[in-house]
């Protein structure tokens, strides 16, 4: 996966809550079984409203999503990471987020930025005045910052490291065969089998 | 100081432990299916890595399959299923396609062969896979990259999320199900309530619970937000278990049962959050919304927005209502339905099959109903009890297993604007088909809302 340090880019207010991974990415898409291809697939049924806040041309070139609370509920699909960052988005900034899509997200390279909804909705007015707002997510700092403000977030140090390593987990992992080995010879004698 | 039961499941799988990192926890099952593996088989091929435990992977076909006897039409279906059925031969790992007798929803096949037991950490590429902490183990849906690391390690890193008791005292009323209960569960604490927490389900109701009944309760947890949920393992579980293909029997069934018996929260263990319900209160719930946690006992009406006075909770009922063609104020029994779908990974068990079927017995549906199995065994028992006939003669379709309408990847759909009562989890917008309205409710109230047209418990027939 790509590092992140610091991103700097316009954003987007989506001004919806619950928007659960079916909304992101619909079921049709996920018949699909490469990892490319799915930027046509987000929020596809709400795409077909002209006046669904991505088809208003102000917010073109947008990398930075400001949704309501309670963004990524819902089905486990990857999908949903995989579209967002194929239509070109590096950032999702909520008040609260799906454990699955959250945790998606940092394996990807896509980085969940929780801020207080009163931040949040202070962030969504300041894009919806000026939509060329440049909004500064700063993952060293911990800080998102724009037009003066900065609000700080919340992220454990260990996945703060490997998103800005753009470091891959199995990889990790493999360093520790031999602690999965020596767990392996003390399993529970019943435990089942699928052969 | 005590400890709960996700505790000592949780430590008990702990590989590493090192300050500042998640714990690595090691995988004792883990499910797969056609839809979020293929692109983790291909990252392993990439990388040049093998499935560290084939013996402890099952894959099945469900999410994709046709409920009516034949091939797969759509040819990107038909593609994904094949890729799985490659992959599957490539790595060595068991899979049941479609066909086979022992094919099925991945949630219902774990538990029938015996293959998910108590004190267990199960994984799946799937978020429902919270189903089989009923069994009193940890088990969580995961990504595809998650996937892909399960298969090339056998562990997952994680940080143990924190503990939720939700306590439910009292006994359900006659006529009010699991389904029920988790539905009056998810209106409480909502969608997000538990973000970040395994919930362990407790008390006397939850106790009472057959384990169709406990997995019906475990696999809606995610749409709380927890990752996971469980239930301590006790008699009803060893009995449910005894016998089955996977289980251990002998001289291990008796170690076995002896460790299980350990698994349940101390007396001065101490949960983060503590959540208490009382059953005896509860009658038969029904969603009205876009999203699990807007549902209502069914003697209510549908709610005016501006009775909400969160303003984020109102303009999502606002959005709702409008979504889902429907005006504040009407009676949810008078709400009329196209479809009634019986059947997926939360009700699609046999228990479910013979309650729905009793309603049936008799009677004449009134609108389009599916009746689909969770698996091919669950099928076949239901057709060696008569269920089948009992489903034919009322008018129902009685179909082959998989997902079916649970989720629009398969011809079991509903058409743009076409309203169900679905025994299935999610309410989500276009989740059973585009435009598609979806009220969720249990498989007693889909059966009797078949017979009228109309939501309706079984008690006002």
Redesign the interface.
Same mark, same amino acid.
């Given at each position: 996966m790509d590092a992140f340090t610091t991103h700097t880019g316009t954003a987007v207010p989506l001004r919806r809550s619950n928007v659960d991974t079916d909304q992101i990415i619909p079921a049709v898409w996920l018949k699909q079984v490469s990892r490319t291809g799915f930027e046509n697939g987000l929020f596809a049924a709400w795409r077909e409203d002209p006046g669904f806040v991505l088809n208003d041309p102000a917010y073109q070139g947008a990398s930075i999503l400001v949704s309501g609370p309670d963004f990524g509920t819902g089905s486990s699909r990857e999908h949903a990471v995989w579209a967002l960052q194929q239509y070109g988005f590096r950032v999702v900034i909520a008040a609260r987020f799906g454990d699955i899509f959250r945790n998606n997200s940092t394996k990807m390279g896509l980085l969940p930025v929780v801020l207080p909804g009163e931040k949040v909705e202070a962030l969504q007015a300041a894009v919806e005045a000026d939509p060329s707002l440049q909004v500064t997510v700063d993952l060293e700092g911990r800080e998102v910052r724009w037009a003066g403000e900065a609000v700080g977030f919340e992220i454990d140090d260990y996945t703060r490291w490997r998103l800005m390593e753009g470091l891959d987990d199995i990889g990790l992992t493999l360093r520790h065969a031999d602690d999965v080995a020596a767990y392996e010879n003390e399993r529970q004698p019943w435990l089942p089998t699928t052969v | 100081m005590g400890r709960t039961l996700a505790e000592k499941v949780w430590e008990q799988h702990v590989?590493?432990r090192a300050d %500042? &990192?998640?714990d690595?926890l090691?995988i004792?099952?883990h499910l797969i299916h056609e839809?979020?593996s *293929?692109?983790a088989f $291909?990252g392993l091929r990439l990388?040049g =890595?093998k499935v =560290?435990r *084939?013996?402890?992977?099952?894959a099945t076909e469900d @999410? /994709?399959v046709p409920t009516v006897l034949g091939p797969i039409a759509?040819p990107?279906?038909k593609?994904?299923v094949e890729?799985l059925r490659k992959n599957a031969a490539e790595f060595g790992? =068991?899979l049941h396609p479609m066909g086979d007798a022992g094919q099925g929803v991945v949630h219902i096949i774990g538990p029938q062969f015996?293959?998910t037991?108590p004190g267990?950490t199960i994984v799946c %590429? $799937? !978020?429902h896979t919270s189903t089989h902490g009923a069994f009193g183990g940890i088990a969580?849906?995961? %990504?595809? !990259?998650?996937v892909?690391?399960v298969l090339?390690?056998?562990?997952l890193?994680a940080?143990r999320?924190k503990t939720m008791a939700i306590e439910v005292s009292g006994e359900l009323p006659v006529g009010v199900t699991a389904k029920d209960l988790i539905l009056a569960i998810i209106a409480k604490i909502g969608?997000?309530g538990g973000?970040?927490y395994i919930v362990e389900y407790r008390g006397e109701a939850v106790r009472k619970l057959s384990m169709e009944g406990r997995m019906t309760v475990c696999n809606m947890s995610?749409?709380a937000?927890? =990752?996971a949920g469980m239930i301590a393992p006790d008699e009803t579980t060893f009995a449910y278990l005894k016998g089955r293909p @996977?289980? *251990?029997s002998g001289e291990?069934?008796d170690?076995?049962v002896e460790?299980w018996s350990s698994l349940r929260t101390d007396d001065d263990a101490v949960f983060d959050k503590v959540v208490e319900i009382d059953a005896s209160t509860l009658t038969p719930y029904v969603t009205w919304g876009? /999203?699990p946690?807007q549902g209502l006992p069914l003697d209510a009406s549908v709610p005016d927005p501006a009775s909400f006075t969160d303003p984020?909770?109102r303009?999502?009922a606002e959005?709702a209502l409008e979504y889902m063609g429907l005006t504040a104020g009407t009676p949810l029994r008078e709400i009329e339905v196209d479809t009634v779908f019986v059947g997926s990974c939360t009700n699609g068990r046999i228990e479910d099959l013979r309650s729905a079927a009793e309603i049936l017995r008799g009677r004449q549906v009134k609108t389009r109903t599916l009746i689909v199995p969770g698996s091919m065994l669950v099928k076949l028992q239901a057709e060696q009890e008569g269920l089948h006939e009992v489903f034919k003669a009322a008018g129902a379709e009685w179909r082959e297993a998989g997902c079916s309408m649970c989720? %629009?990847?398969n011809p079991d759909t509903l058409q743009p604007g076409e309203r169900s009562a679905s025994t299935s989890n999610?309410n989500? &917008?276009?989740?059973q088909g585009?435009g598609g309205r979806t009220h969720l409710v249990s498989p007693q109230v889909a059966a009797a809302t078949a017979v009228t047209g109309r939501l309706t418990a079984p008690a006002d027939l």
């Open positions: - | 590989v590493r %500042g &990192e998640p690595l090691y004792d099952l839809v979020t *293929p692109q $291909d990388a =890595r =560290r *084939p013996d402890l992977t099952i @999410h /994709n759509d990107v279906s593609t994904q890729t790992i =068991r015996g293959l037991q267990m %590429g $799937d !978020s969580f849906g995961i %990504g595809t !990259s998650e892909e690391h090339a390690t056998q562990t890193p940080y999320p969608t997000g973000q970040g995610i749409e937000g927890a =990752r @996977h289980a *251990p291990l069934w170690q076995a460790y876009t /999203n946690g984020i909770a303009s999502a959005r989720l %629009g990847m999610r989500f &917008e276009g989740r585009k």
